[in-house]
């Protein structure tokens, strides 16, 4: 039942994400929001998410995994019950920032109960079940969501979501009879703001690229993450022990394996979906189904990839998923004006393949590579890891896309051959992250004593 709650967590998340997207029109002729600031109810979930993600670590420490959890759902699920009366698009993107807030939480409490409540042997099939219910809440997320905003409005969405997260809660509330902490004597604030202006200043820069000064404010975010590090190193109380990035190498390097991962893989859903619809001349939902192959065989593959890294060192098959995505996408690359739907069909196999071998084997690495105290902070960099992979990801695509055609305002049929080409460099460049994240795999190194178990 435990595994039950995490999972309905680890489901809700993604679904929500991807229901919005589908309510997006709806919500900008409603509130009269331009396409440019739409893109606000995505990025400023992620945002929130990914700048509370460390320091919520620590606060989950002193107040405890089973209390956290429950808090966090009900955050999300107060800030869905207001969003259902937003008057204005401003409370709306202050609601997705509040809601960012409690997934966080949620995020970094899941992960760590199942790592304490299961045995080691048993950790990567419990990781790979909850890894699959976020490729089932991303697959029937756009589903439920055209639906329901067709039939009874963009509202709706968020009601749905209620009743669900408070199912979760008192799951956990119920069946989770153990408290887990992890006192400490004070709090990083210092280390605290360092993280957040880091973090903000990486995936808004990031996530603009394009924009003038991006570049500039990412480079400036990256400067600011070298900071942090030597700073959190000098303390005795860190906000984040940074030390596990330079003490345990099989640690840091599944990390970054984790972010190349999601560097090479996220970028191309939306490649793919913009290809489909404009070069392929198809129609939303006959590209959804194109692209519903790649959710679908992670929802069914991550759970069997789960329970094999229990067996064998995830080393294999981590790197072995990341060499099928890095072909996935290297094919897509081969795009060309005319090519066939079953081409691009197979290219998502290779990449939904790749990510199920990937994912659970990976988290299973990173958390089973720490001692009991870490597994909060450890849970939260998986999640900053994931996060900071998309935004790159989708970086790259951007940074194409305004280099060969301008902007997608532009995406006509005189520009697709620019298009085109765009997608094929930044597909280039996506599989090469995957290069990277391959060598990173296969020389991670053995798992510390102290965290065998």
């Known amino acids: 039942m435990i595994l039950f709650a995490t999972s309905m967590g680890s489901f809700l998340n993604p679904m929500i994400a991807t229901m919005v997207i589908l309510a997006l029109p709806a ?5 009269g929001v331009s396409a440019r600031d739409l893109g606000w109810m995505s990025t ?5 998410t990914a700048i509370l993600l460390v320091p919520a670590s620590r606060l989950v420490d002193r107040i405890g995994y089973k209390k956290s959890y429950i808090i966090g759902a009900l955050i999300v699920g107060i800030s869905c019950l207001f969003s259902i009366f937003a008057p204005d698009y401003a409370t709306l993107i202050l609601l997705r ?3 960012g807030v409690g997934s966080a939480f949620v995020m970094i409490t899941g992960l760590a109960i199942l790592t304490r409540v ?10 790979g079940v909850n890894t699959a219910m976020v490729y089932v809440g991303a697959s029937l997320g756009p589903i439920i969501g055209g639906f329901l905003t067709e039939y009874t409005g963009w509202r709706s969405l968020f009601l749905l979501m209620i009743p669900l997260l408070l199912i979760s809660a008192l799951l956990m509330a119920a069946f989770l009879r153990q408290e887990f902490k992890n006192p400490w004597k004070s709090f990083d604030i210092k280390g605290t703001i360092l993280y957040a202006a880091a973090i903000f200043c990486t995936m808004y820069g990031l996530s603009t690229i394009t924009d003038q000064g991006s570049l500039l404010l990412a480079m ?11 700073y959190e190193r000098r303390v005795e109380e860190p906000v984040l022990h940074v030390d596990l990035f330079f003490k345990n190498k ?6 970054y394996t984790a972010l190349l991962n999601y560097g090479c893989t996220y970028g191309s859903v939306y490649m793919v979906s913009l290809y489909l619809q404009s070069v392929g001349a198809l129609s939303a939902v006959e590209a959804g189904f194109i692209i519903f192959f790649q959710p679908l065989i992670q929802a069914v593959m991550t759970p069997i990839a789960g329970k ?13 998923g990341m060499a099928l995505s890095a072909i996935g996408v290297i094919l897509l690359a081969g795009l060309g004006l005319t090519s066939a739907v079953s081409y691009i069909a197979v290219t998502q196999v290779f990449i939904g393949l790749g990510s199920a071998l990937f994912s659970a084997p990976n988290t299973n690495a990173i958390m089973s590579a720490v001692p009991q105290k870490e597994y909060s902070s450890a849970s939260s960099i998986v999640a900053v890891m994931r996060q900071l992979g998309m935004i790159l990801s989708m970086a790259v695509c951007m940074a194409a896309i305004s280099v060969f055609v301008g902007g997608l305002d532009m995406l006509g049929p005189d520009m697709y051959p620019q298009f085109v080409q765009a997608l094929q460099i930044s597909m280039i460049v996506c599989s090469g992250l995957a290069v990277i994240g391959i060598i990173f795999s296969w020389f991670r190194g053995n798992a510390p004593a102290e965290a065998a178990v």
């Open 97 to 99: 920032i509040v809601a």
């Open 308 to 320: 094999l890294s229990d067996r064998f060192d995830p080393r294999y098959l981590v790197t072995f």
């Open 250 to 255: 099989r640690f840091a390097r599944s990390s």
């Open 27 to 31: 919500i900008g002729l409603e509130f």
């Open 118 to 127: 299961y045995p080691a042997n048993k950790r990567g099939m419990v990781i």
């Open 220 to 230: 400036a975010g990256v400067v600011l993450i070298v900071i942090f590090m030597w």
């Open 44 to 48: 400023a979930f992620i945002l929130a």
